[in-house]
């Protein structure tokens, strides 16, 4: 005998499902991410390591992407007391803020060339190397984050969200929050442990 879930259970079951799974990805991330600084820490007391300053592009970018949580947050407190277009502009602030982050580390990038500091090659280092691949696989996790804030913006546009219903929000916002305060993490990771 067949038995069908209702429309209603199965929103039910997504809602009460959504939480749990991102923190499940979120405790994936953070040991992704405490494996690769703790190989930085090894690699680093091997010798044969590149110093440098970091561009100060990092800092600006920093900058964004904490004014991005406040705008998420800010987003979270329009859809509570139900205003609708707050929420919606709120959310695509924080997509466009996003993007600019993103557009800021490549511009680092460019910088951390013009001083010599490569990912790979000849003239590599490891220290630039873990550089690169700490912030490139912080941006790729990122890229996720702005398809959420994409799909919440639109469903916001389309109204289907409300003070009773915005798992979505909340989803989005965890994993917005998580990744700032990650990127928190490593920039002040990179400036100490030199």
Not at 160 to 180: P, R
């Amino acid at each position: 005998m067949a038995t069908y879930i209702s429309e209603e259970e199965l929103k039910d079951i997504r809602n009460r499902t959504a939480k749990p799974l991102l923190w499940v990805g979120i405790v994936g991330m953070v040991m992704l991410f405490a494996g690769m600084t703790s190989a930085y820490i090894v690699r680093q007391a091997e010798g044969n390591w590149l110093y440098f300053d970091l561009p100060e592009t990092f800092y600006v970018s920093t900058a964004i992407i904490v004014l991005s949580s406040v705008t998420m947050w800010m987003a979270q407190y329009a859809i509570k007391r139900n205003n609708l277009r707050l929420t919606t502009s709120m959310l695509i602030t924080t997509l466009v803020l996003g993007i600019v982050f993103t557009l800021f580390q490549f511009k680092a990038w460019g910088e951390l060339v013009d001083m010599g500091v490569f990912f790979a090659g000849r003239e590599s280092n490891a220290s630039g190397s873990f550089l690169y691949a700490l912030s490139g696989l912080h941006l790729a996790h990122l890229a996720g984050g702005l398809f959420a804030l994409t799909f919440t913006s639109v469903k916001s546009i389309l109204k289907k969200y409300s003070a009773e219903d915005h798992v979505g929000i909340g989803v989005a916002a965890t994993y917005w929050h998580f990744l700032d305060i990650l990127w928190i993490y490593l920039l002040l990771f990179l400036v100490f442990i030199r």
